[in-house]
């Protein structure tokens, strides 16, 4: 079945940038998305990319995907300390079934 | 704020009992997911409804069980609650039914002592 894989935990100083990192398993996935999780709250989604695209920069995120090996990065510029918090990879896979999220990356940002 | 509305915010009950979540999705959505989220298994995807059909389930309990009404909230009932049915509840809302642009509540968090 299908499986998205993420790195558990990232360390980053305030002003550096961040890369969250995932891999997943479904070669017929569509869209691949990042959602943003700050204490006590729900998801949050934050941006996403269609399966026939390299790239998507949106103001301080950059997304690249390299469908050929299955890996999708999410880079945060000029990291801040209220982006602290764990960032889940997904992705959909045939139409209509339902996402598949990774366990998520927590991220800390030192000020 | 998400437009996604869960209560209770916070439940604690004992083993045995059977608890109700309760979940209102955004205005115009017609899909709602139901999700468990827990240290050890992350967030795992229970079931989906749309306009109130059951549209996918993933790994639900049979203990546990969920409705959309005609109102399009729906409940998520957990009953013969264990332990390990402690985790945080999340509701999400989507348009459409393939729902990749989904919007969370805010959860449930349930405490079965």
């Known amino acids: 079945g299908e499986d998205v894989e993420q790195s558990l935990f990232l360390s980053v100083r305030e002003g550096d940038s961040s890369v969250i990192n995932c891999t997943y398993t479904?070669?017929?996935?569509?869209?691949l998305y990042w959602y943003k999780q700050e204490p006590g709250a729900g998801l949050q989604l934050l941006t996403y990319?269609?399966?026939?695209?390299d790239m998507k920069q949106d103001q301080r995120l950059t997304v690249l995907l390299n469908k050929k090996d299955k890996h999708l990065s999410l880079r945060i510029a000029d990291t801040q300390t209220g982006d602290s918090a764990i960032y889940f990879c997904a992705e959909a896979g045939v139409r209509n079934t339902p996402l598949v999220f990774g366990k998520g990356t927590r991220l800390s940002v030192i000020a | 704020d998400s437009g996604v509305t869960q209560t209770p915010k916070h439940l604690i009950t004992a083993t045995g009992q059977r608890v109700t979540l309760r979940c209102s999705p955004r205005?115009?959505?017609?899909?709602v997911y139901w999700y468990q989220q827990s240290l050890d298994q992350g967030l795992q995807f229970l079931i989906q409804y749309y306009n109130g059909e059951e549209r996918a389930k993933g790994n639900i309990l049979e203990r546990f069980s969920a409705q959309q009404f005609p109102d399009l909230h729906s409940e998520l009932n957990l009953s013969s609650l264990e332990l390990g049915d402690s985790a945080l509840y999340f509701c999400?809302?989507?348009?459409?039914?393939?729902?990749?642009?989904?919007?969370f509540g805010p959860g449930t968090r349930l405490t079965v002592t």
């Open positions: 990319i269609f399966s026939n695209m």
């Open positions: 205005s115009g959505d017609l899909s």
């Open positions: 999400a809302s989507s348009v459409g039914v393939a729902g990749g642009e989904q919007y």
């Open positions: 479904d070669s017929s996935s569509t869209y």
